[in-house]
């Protein structure tokens, strides 16, 4: 079937100056807002955010995990300045260790990532209280009102925020580029004015203030940009109320940002269909585009990589100009000195979520392990990174046919983001739960005001079962225009003094490459199907890999590299600035780009958890093979100035050159041992609900009870500290990990690996009293949603089990293995 879309004559241009958002004087970059898409040094500015929460994950690794971040395409890190981690108790507000905000701030802009506090007072977050100290609820006053007994320790937290940050902001050259004000609170615009005044005279400042936008918010006119979001699952609805439809039409290309079912437990929803906010005045800016999804006791989702990186491509055909993720990296509560810290039924929240961890499914998990969902946005974010300031101008236009409604599973999903001569194509094939179908014969005619139209590929293919992609229309490859290609952008690199534009193939597309004749000279490529069309080259044929390159002279005697990976190999790309020069990387492993180590030399670093020798290939490739000069997480290498025995050996890689990292050491998964203390014999624990008729999380007490299976666990000598994780596959209910009666790592039952950090663990009493694994059952009569997906997540195979016949989910630990992880550092040679 060929699709039909006309491009309308482009819009007048965006109105500047309305808002009330203006940079600092004299910043060599200001930051400003049109009605349709954010502007930096005068140029369209498409920024990626990522949540990541100081508070809980250690200080120590920050740094590190900062950089995974920035090398997985994000620009901006996004924070809750959570309440009651700083302020437990009344008057001792802490900014030490995981609570050191400013430090946290200031590494964000030592390696060039935007800051962006979200500064409450209440955050949600999932923490006790939405983040509001009991002290504070203890108090004769209305929280989030203007009610002055409210008010006043709100202004003391704001001076205590403003104070850390003090000197930080874009005036004296520091990374904050937006404070957020509250969260998710609809329906009194008038406080969140008054907390925006607040923030200010407490001296903090930002050239973009923002809030929430979902739930039809009322915000007061002009002072907030309101963000939306949209999630791929929930936790927080109703374990027997299917997927949401609010989640849903996410998978879908419409023009409506609200998300009615974020938040909807704490507040009134109704599903609508239209926009109640101003859509003419300001740009579509997301902050919480799922990148996982929490777990609570009654409802226990599961989430794919294929279902984050298709909702974060769709939204960008919808018309997004800010890709925020939340969470992009996972976490723990911290341990509370008074309390747990975590949402639950016991402080009237409606969901009971686990006392410790907060993973979330993240790109990045609890302990800062890759999921592949990484390398699905990282794709994208690398495509932002290059061609955003040219798609956050375009206006997403809609097909003529497309889905009737939410149900339509038939109809193709796809859309243009075009001005009047160019644009790109967004289709989306992928939806949980309820696949959809191939698409044969697809091929797809676009009319553009200013430059005729477009009708591509040659030959109409079949869209397959689960793609998600963009295509280039009329691209401008330094000076040659690529009309089409049926293969997704990725970034470029100047290799060999040419430009190499990197493409990824679609898995079951067969790429072609349509070159206006007019700009070019002459063209090579590695297939014979290179043939003259309408005014076009077009190049069929192609094998997709790193020897899939198209060489171009164009008519200015430029040169130009078209490169076309398969999608695999593509899922591997990073970019970065490594030894003096902004390079290719393809590394199945975790990489990361450090340009102040070194003595500011600049270093790569390998983050491995797979068998065998570390390798990764380059674009350009430096003079000499890279040295490396400090290995850690394995026997037999240290850090050092030269590691001994560690040698890097140089091959061809296709166009790239392939360094691998041969002697000191090896990956290991060590098969462990879970000894049965004591079997389950009792019963399992009797259903109780709380808030809202849900089910709630079993009692303490019954960890002590014979509902409990209790296993220990031994620790090997000689196993690296750092970098070690115990996987743990099991069955069963609700999970806790304690040394002595500390409990230092919990996981309700979802089909997923269990991860624990071997250097999480207090190591004196870990040697002392060593580790017992708690494992309940599950009650026949418990009213819980379990995924019924129980595949792999890329952390290890995982135990299938269901709880829908009436019998309860024993309580079993299947096996334990240590995975030990490896960093490799490496230098110019």
Same mark, same amino acid.
């Given at each position: 079937?060929?699709?039909?879309?006309?491009?309308?004559?482009?819009?007048?241009?965006?109105?500047?100056?309305?808002?009330?958002?203006?940079?600092?004087?004299?910043?060599?970059?200001?930051?400003?807002?049109?009605?349709?898409?954010?502007?930096?040094?005068?140029?369209?500015?498409?920024?990626?955010?990522?949540?990541?929460?100081?508070?809980?994950?250690?200080?120590?690794?920050?740094?590190?995990?900062?950089?995974?971040?920035?090398?997985?395409?994000?620009?901006?890190?996004?924070?809750?300045?959570?309440?009651?981690?700083?302020?437990?108790?009344?008057?001792?507000?802490?900014?030490?260790?995981?609570?050191?905000?400013?430090?946290?701030?200031?590494?964000?802009?030592?390696?060039?990532?935007?800051?962006?506090?979200?500064?409450?007072?209440?955050?949600?977050?999932?923490?006790?209280?939405?983040?509001?100290?009991?002290?504070? !609820?203890?108090?004769?006053?209305?929280?989030?009102?203007?009610?002055?007994?409210?008010?006043?320790?709100?202004?003391?937290?704001?001076?205590?925020?403003?104070?850390?940050?003090?000197?930080?902001?874009?005036?004296?050259?520091?990374?904050?580029?937006?404070?957020?004000?509250?969260?998710?609170?609809?329906?009194?615009?008038?406080?969140?004015?008054?907390?925006?005044?607040?923030?200010?005279?407490?001296?903090?400042?930002?050239?973009?203030?923002?809030?929430?936008?979902?739930?039809?918010?009322?915000?007061?006119?002009?002072?907030?940009?309101?963000?939306?979001?949209?999630?791929?699952?929930?936790?927080?609805?109703?374990?027997?109320?299917?997927?949401?439809? =609010?989640?849903?039409?996410?998978?879908?290309?419409?023009?409506?940002?609200?998300?009615?079912?974020?938040?909807?437990?704490?507040?009134?929803?109704?599903?609508?269909?239209?926009?109640?906010?101003?859509?003419?005045?300001?740009?579509?800016?997301?902050?919480?585009?799922?990148?996982?999804?929490?777990?609570?006791?009654?409802?226990?989702?599961?989430?794919?990589?294929?279902?984050?990186?298709?909702?974060?491509?769709?939204?960008?055909?919808?018309?997004?100009?800010?890709?925020?993720?939340?969470?992009?990296?996972?976490?723990?509560?911290?341990?509370?000195?008074?309390?747990?810290?975590?949402?639950?039924?016991?402080?009237?929240?409606?969901?009971?979520?686990?006392?410790?961890?907060?993973?979330?499914?993240?790109?990045?998990?609890?302990?800062?392990?890759?999921?592949?969902?990484?390398?699905?946005?990282?794709?994208?974010?690398?495509?932002?990174?290059?061609?955003?300031?040219?798609?956050?101008?375009?206006?997403?236009?809609?097909?003529?046919?497309?889905?009737?409604?939410?149900?339509?599973?038939?109809?193709?999903?796809?859309?243009?983001?075009?001005?009047?001569?160019?644009?790109?194509?967004?289709?989306?094939?992928?939806?949980?739960?309820?696949?959809?179908?191939?698409?044969?014969?697809?091929?797809?005619?676009?009319?553009?005001?200013?430059?005729?139209?477009?009708?591509?590929?040659?030959?109409?293919?079949?869209?397959?079962?689960?793609?998600?992609?963009?295509?280039?229309?009329?691209?401008?490859?330094?000076?040659?225009?690529?009309?089409?290609?049926?293969?997704?952008?990725?970034?470029?690199?100047?290799?060999?003094?040419?430009?190499? !534009?990197?493409?990824?193939?679609?898995?079951?597309?067969?790429?072609?490459?349509?070159?206006?004749?007019?700009?070019?000279?002459?063209?090579?490529?590695? =297939?014979?199907?290179?043939?003259?069309?309408?005014?076009?080259?077009?190049?069929?044929?192609?094998?997709?890999?790193?020897?899939?390159?198209?060489?171009?002279?164009?008519?200015?005697?430029?040169?130009?590299?078209?490169?076309?990976?398969?999608?695999?190999?593509?899922?591997?790309?990073?970019?970065?600035?490594?030894?003096?020069?902004?390079?290719?990387?393809?590394?199945?492993?975790?990489?990361?780009?450090?340009?102040?180590?070194?003595?500011?030399?600049?270093?790569?670093?390998?983050?491995?958890?797979?068998?065998?020798?570390?390798?990764?290939?380059?674009?350009?490739?430096?003079?000499?093979?890279?040295?490396?000069?400090?290995?850690?997480?394995?026997?037999?290498?240290?850090?050092?100035?030269?590691?001994?025995?560690?040698?890097?050996?140089?091959?061809?890689?296709?166009?790239?050159?392939?360094?691998?990292?041969?002697?000191?050491?090896?990956?290991?998964?060590?098969?462990?041992?879970?000894? !049965?203390?004591?079997?389950?014999?009792?019963?399992?624990?009797?259903?109780?609900?709380?808030?809202?008729?849900?089910?709630?999380?079993?009692?303490?007490?019954?960890?002590?009870?014979?509902?409990?299976?209790?296993?220990?666990?031994?620790?090997?000598?000689?196993?690296?500290?750092?970098? =070690?994780?115990?996987?743990?596959?099991?069955?069963?209910?609700?999970?806790?990990?304690?040394?002595?009666? =500390?409990?230092?790592?919990?996981?309700?039952?979802?089909?997923?690996?269990?991860?624990?950090?071997?250097?999480?663990?207090?190591?004196?009493?870990?040697?002392?009293?060593?580790?017992?694994?708690?494992?309940?059952?599950?009650?026949?009569?418990?009213?819980?949603?379990?995924?019924?997906?129980?595949?792999?997540?890329?952390?290890?195979?995982?135990?299938?089990?269901?709880?829908?016949?009436?019998?309860?989910?024993?309580?079993?630990?299947?096996?334990?293995?240590?995975?030990?992880?490896?960093?490799?550092?490496?230098?110019?040679?």
């Amino acid at each position: 079937m060929r699709h039909h879309l006309r491009v309308p004559a482009p819009a007048a241009p965006p109105l500047t100056g309305h808002l009330p958002f203006t940079d600092a004087p004299g910043v060599p970059d200001p930051i400003e807002v049109t009605s349709r898409y954010l502007t930096r040094g005068g140029r369209p500015w498409f920024p990626v955010s990522g949540e990541f929460h100081y508070t809980r994950y250690p200080a120590r690794d920050w740094e590190e995990e900062l950089l995974k971040m920035k090398a997985g395409g994000v620009t901006a890190v996004a924070s809750y300045v959570i309440w009651i981690h700083h302020e437990e108790t009344e008057g001792r507000i802490r900014f030490d260790g995981e609570r050191d905000l400013r430090r946290f701030a200031e590494l964000c802009g030592r390696h060039g990532l935007d800051f962006i506090p979200r500064i409450g007072p209440w955050s949600h977050a999932e923490v006790r209280n939405g983040g509001l100290p009991d002290w504070l !609820l203890g108090r004769a006053c209305t929280p989030r009102t203007d009610d002055p007994a409210y008010l006043a320790p709100v202004r003391t937290w704001f001076e205590a925020i403003a104070g850390q940050l003090r000197g930080l902001d874009r005036a004296h050259g520091g990374p904050i580029v937006a404070i957020q004000i509250e969260n998710e609170l609809y329906d009194r615009p008038g406080h969140l004015l008054t907390l925006k005044r607040m923030a200010q005279d407490a001296g903090l400042s930002a050239p973009l203030w923002t809030a929430t936008a979902w739930g039809g918010v009322q915000l007061p006119p002009d002072e907030l940009l309101p963000l939306y979001g949209g999630y791929p699952e929930t936790f927080w609805t109703e374990a027997d109320g299917g997927w949401p439809d =609010t989640c849903r039409k996410h998978f879908f290309f419409t023009h409506q940002r609200d998300d009615e079912g974020i938040g909807a437990d704490l507040r009134p929803t109704v599903v609508r269909g239209g926009d109640p906010a101003p859509t003419d005045r300001f740009p579509w800016a997301t902050c919480e585009l799922g990148g996982g999804m929490a777990v609570a006791y009654h409802r226990r989702p599961r989430v794919g990589a294929a279902d984050i990186g298709a909702l974060g491509l769709t939204k960008i055909g919808c018309g997004s100009v800010w890709q925020g993720y939340y969470m992009f990296h996972g976490g723990t509560n911290p341990p509370g000195e008074l309390t747990t810290l975590q949402e639950s039924h016991a402080t009237g929240y409606p969901n009971d979520l686990p006392v410790l961890t907060y993973d979330f499914q993240a790109p990045l998990g609890e302990y800062g392990q890759y999921r592949p969902t990484y390398d699905e946005l990282r794709l994208q974010h690398l495509m932002l990174a290059d061609f955003g300031q040219l798609i956050a101008p375009m206006e997403s236009v809609l097909p003529e046919r497309r889905p009737a409604g939410q149900y339509d599973r038939e109809t193709l999903r796809w859309t243009v983001r075009a001005d009047g001569r160019s644009g790109f194509l967004f289709v989306n094939n992928h939806q949980p739960h309820e696949p959809l179908p191939d698409h044969p014969d697809t091929s797809f005619t676009v009319e553009f005001p200013d430059a005729g139209e477009l009708t591509f590929p040659s030959t109409p293919v079949t869209v397959p079962q689960g793609a998600y992609f963009c295509w280039p229309l009329r691209l401008d490859v330094a000076g040659l225009r690529l009309d089409w290609a049926t293969a997704q952008p990725v970034c470029t690199v100047d290799a060999d003094g040419r430009t190499v !534009l990197v493409l990824a193939a679609v898995d079951g597309i067969a790429p072609e490459l349509a070159l206006d004749s007019s700009t070019l000279r002459s063209v090579y490529a590695p =297939t014979r199907q290179v043939s003259s069309v309408g005014g076009r080259v077009l190049i069929t044929g192609l094998r997709p890999g790193t020897d899939a390159l198209v060489e171009v002279v164009t008519t200015d005697g430029d040169q130009v590299g078209l490169l076309v990976l398969d999608a695999a190999t593509a899922r591997t790309a990073y970019r970065g600035v490594a030894w003096g020069a902004q390079r290719l990387v393809l590394c199945a492993d975790g990489v990361v780009f450090d340009e102040h180590a070194g003595d500011g030399r600049g270093e790569l670093r390998v983050h491995s958890r797979r068998a065998g020798e570390p390798s990764f290939a380059m674009l350009p490739a430096p003079e000499r093979a890279p040295v490396v000069t400090a290995a850690t997480g394995s026997s037999g290498v240290s850090p050092s100035t030269g590691v001994t025995g560690a040698v890097v050996r140089e091959s061809a890689d296709g166009l790239l050159t392939r360094y691998t990292v041969q002697g000191g050491g090896s990956h290991a998964v060590v098969d462990g041992t879970a000894t !049965l203390v004591r079997a389950a014999t009792g019963p399992a624990p009797e259903p109780v609900t709380g808030v809202l008729g849900r089910a709630s999380a079993p009692a303490d007490k019954y960890f002590d009870t014979a509902a409990a299976a209790v296993y220990a666990v031994a620790v090997p000598d000689g196993l690296p500290v750092p970098g =070690t994780l115990l996987r743990v596959h099991w069955t069963g209910d609700v999970a806790r990990a304690y040394v002595g009666d =500390t409990l230092v790592a919990d996981q309700f039952a979802s089909g997923r690996v269990w991860d624990i950090a071997l250097d999480r663990l207090p190591a004196d009493a870990l040697r002392e009293e060593g580790l017992r694994l708690r494992v309940l059952p599950r009650h026949a009569d418990a009213r819980v949603y379990v995924a019924a997906e129980a595949g792999g997540d890329g952390e290890g195979a995982v135990e299938a089990w269901t709880n829908g016949d009436g019998g309860t989910a024993a309580a079993r630990i299947g096996r334990v293995e240590w995975v030990t992880g490896r960093t490799w550092a490496m230098r110019a040679g």
